[in-house]
């Protein structure tokens, strides 16, 4: 074999063994984000129906305040509206909490 040769056996060698080390050191670090991300996502939801059910308990205590002030059927609807909306993003929030869940599982 010439110099030739082993120069270009070298290099291939040094290159293929630092590209499975690139590619072992990102396959831990993707590992480690798909670990931690059900777990940021649920608090995150979690968070967010929190809050959400906070508003709904806040819009629900103004509409009682307004019915007892008025009968205004139109901000009653709007109100109702709003908090079958909440209800229908809570359901959504409790079905994608469930998935996760059970993906974790």
Known sequence: MTNSDYLLKAAIKKVTEKLNEVLVEKIEEATNIAQDAPEILKKEFDNLKKSIIEEAS??????????????????????????????????????????????IK
Do not use: P
């Not at 009653?76 to 909440?86: G, T």
């Open 58 to 103: 806040r819009m629900e205590k103004a509409e009682n305040v307004q019915e007892n002030k008025s009968t205004n059927t139109y901000q009653d609807s709007k109100i109702k509206k709003a908090l079958n909306e909440i209800e229908g993003i809570n359901s959504q929030i409790d079905l994608f909490n469930k998935t996760i869940n059970n993906e």
